[in-house]
């Protein structure tokens, strides 16, 4: 059995198609919107509204902890555009789901990540794609589970929930033999990442499912240039699966 796993999607529509290539099945764990793009300022949702010049500016804010700034930015902005700044962000994220359902593979798992917006998915998903958000499936003989979504910090993306809820699904996934979540475990290797110069946020919920019921593996994303890929809990192997944007390479699991 091959099973193909992405994350961290940002947009990448061209590689989709490709990443199911000599698989079995894909296995996606989220954040499919690009709102910006770190790396080239002239992409994203926020470029294509106000220009890469502005999305530079707003990126250098978040960059350097100037939140409130930050803030500030984008209401001008968005004041300068005039009517519900919701309805504008939802118009350019309905036209990329759009675009990545129609590439996304058959059969395809998929969960949220952080800057999804769950509420839109069913108008895109297509036959052969399962989204799965705290609950359980049979791939192959393995058991594979799915927590979508990140816990809340001062970026305000669309699907963070708090530390409770998070836990909750968690709880309510079980006992399985693969845990796939979008937010890795609280362990600060795996959430440094090298280039932004920061910790992301992790799941102590998720750490603590590991440790006591030791799944063969428990795959993740969000952390695009992580300062571990993988480690090692007990007999459970953690693995960043990648950043799907910037490779256009899944990470394989055969078995």
């Given at each position: 059995?091959?099973?193909?796993?992405?994350?961290?999607?940002?947009?990448?529509?061209?590689?989709?198609?490709?990443?199911?290539?000599?698989?079995?099945?894909?296995?996606?764990?989220?954040?499919?919107?690009?709102?910006?793009?770190?790396?080239?300022?002239?992409?994203?949702?926020?470029?294509?509204?106000?220009?890469?010049?502005?999305?530079?500016?707003f990126i250098g804010l978040r960059t350097a902890g100037r939140f409130d700034e930050a803030r500030a930015l984008s209401a001008r902005l968005?004041?300068?555009?005039?009517?519900?700044?919701?309805?504008?962000?939802?118009?350019?994220?309905?036209?990329?789901?759009?675009?990545?359902?129609?590439?996304?593979?058959?059969?395809?798992?998929?969960?949220?990540?952080?800057?999804?917006?769950?509420?839109?998915?069913?108008?895109?998903?297509?036959?052969g794609h399962r989204v799965l958000d705290g609950e359980s499936v049979e791939i192959g003989g393995l058991r594979f589970g799915f927590v979508?979504?990140?816990?809340?910090?001062?970026?305000?993306?669309?699907?963070?929930?708090?530390?409770?809820?998070?836990?909750?699904?968690?709880?309510?996934?079980?006992?399985?033999?693969?845990?796939?979540?979008?937010?890795?475990?609280?362990?600060?290797?795996?959430?440094?990442?090298?280039?932004?110069?920061?910790?992301?946020?992790?799941?102590?919920?998720?750490?603590?499912?590991?440790?006591?019921?030791?799944?063969?593996y428990a795959l993740f994303g969000h952390v695009h240039h992580p300062l571990y890929r993988r480690t090692r809990i007990g007999r459970t192997?953690?693995?960043?699966?990648?950043?799907?944007?910037?490779?256009?390479?899944?990470?394989?699991?055969?078995?």
């Open positions: 059995m091959r099973v193909h796993v992405i994350s961290d999607v940002h947009g990448r529509a061209d590689a989709l198609a490709a990443a199911g290539a000599g698989a079995d099945a894909l296995v996606c764990l989220g954040d499919l919107i690009l709102f910006v793009d770190y790396a080239d300022h002239a992409r994203g949702i926020f470029a294509e509204l106000f220009g890469a010049e502005r999305a530079a500016e968005w004041a300068s555009l005039g009517g519900d700044p919701r309805e504008h962000i939802e118009g350019r994220v309905r036209a990329q789901y759009e675009r990545l359902f129609a590439a996304m593979p058959t059969p395809a798992y998929l969960t949220y990540g952080n800057v999804d917006i769950p509420r839109l998915w069913a108008d895109y998903t297509r036959d979508g979504g990140g816990l809340r910090t001062r970026y305000r993306t669309p699907y963070e929930i708090s530390d409770e809820e998070y836990a909750a699904k968690v709880e309510a996934v079980g006992e399985v033999d693969v845990l796939c979540c979008h937010i890795p475990p609280a362990v600060p290797q795996l959430l440094y990442d090298v280039v932004a110069r920061r910790f992301e946020r992790g799941s102590e919920a998720t750490l603590e499912a590991i440790r006591r019921t030791q799944p063969r192997e953690c693995v960043n699966v990648g950043h799907f944007r910037g490779t256009g390479v899944p990470y394989v699991l055969e078995w």
